[in-house]
């Protein structure tokens, strides 16, 4: 079983940076790829970031060039550092990992950004 606590959410206006913590409860080289998604009010939740344990990132297009994932594995912790922030990047933001056959999510945080 592996725990995640997401952190980092908060409101802010449009322009401005964000930095989201994935904090794991056991040691991330053991997880598979650790996501970060979204979902708005009313929309199905959305894939934003990706990183592998190899250390390839995939982004959505609507976040490419603003979003970057990255991971501090003496930490056990994956980040989404968000900068550029858009209205419609407000959406309460998860965390997922893989590891064998399981997949896990974290509770999630609200990032609100206004116009």
């Known amino acids: 079983q592996v725990q995640l606590v997401e952190s980092g959410g908060g409101l802010v206006q449009a322009g401005e940076s964000l930095r989201l913590s994935c904090l794991a409860s056991?040691?991330?080289?053991?997880?598979?790829?650790m996501r970060w998604y979204r979902q708005a009010p009313g929309k199905q939740r959305e894939l934003v970031a990706t990183?592998?344990?190899?250390?390839?990132?995939n982004y959505a297009d609507s976040v490419k060039g603003r979003f970057t994932i990255f991971r501090d594995n003496g930490k056990n912790t994956v980040y989404l550092q968000m900068n550029s922030l858009k209205p419609e990047d407000s959406a309460v933001y998860y965390c997922?990992?893989?590891?064998?056959?399981?997949?896990?999510w974290g509770q999630g945080t609200q990032v609100t950004v206004s116009s």
């Open positions: 997922n990992a893989d590891r064998g056959v399981d997949n896990y």
């Open positions: 056991d040691s991330i080289f053991s997880i598979n790829a």
């Open positions: 990183i592998t344990r190899g250390g390839v990132r």
